[in-house]
């Protein structure tokens, strides 16, 4: 049974960093593409970065590339978001998300069958 669990969201000031983490059980990660996404209230949830299976390239969202970077940890099973220079319109709710077919479109929430709980990001003094 796949299973993704989000985890290291919290309260941060601007400018400030944190770093999300994504383990994932029942499957094995470097099989599949993974995706971060994030939904703040009101809003559609975006992608905001992409971790490709075929061969590890890595994409960002306009909005956070050069802040964020997406890694995994093929031993721990675990995919990790680093994210720098936060600023309040990162705040947001916080999901990978992932599925065994091929992507064709690794931004689109409705490519992803299988998600995670969510981790709260808050950016705010």
């Known amino acids: 049974q796949v299973q993704l669990v989000e985890s290291g969201g919290g309260l941060v000031q601007p400018g400030g960093s944190l770093r999300l983490s994504c383990a994932a059980s029942?499957?094995?990660?470097?099989?599949?593409?993974i995706a971060w996404f994030r939904q703040a209230p009101g809003k559609e949830r975006e992608g905001v970065s992409c971790i490709l299976n075929i061969d590890g390239s890595t994409y960002y969202a306009d909005s956070v590339k050069g802040r964020f970077t997406i890694s995994r940890d093929n031993v721990k099973n675990t995919v990790y978001l680093q994210m720098n220079s936060l600023k309040a319109e990162d705040t947001a709710v916080y999901y990978c998300a992932t599925d065994p077919r091929a992507i064709m479109y690794p931004f689109e929430s409705r490519e992803y069958s299988n998600w995670g709980q969510g981790t709260q990001v808050t950016v705010s003094s």
């Open positions: 029942g499957f094995t990660l470097d099989r599949h593409t």
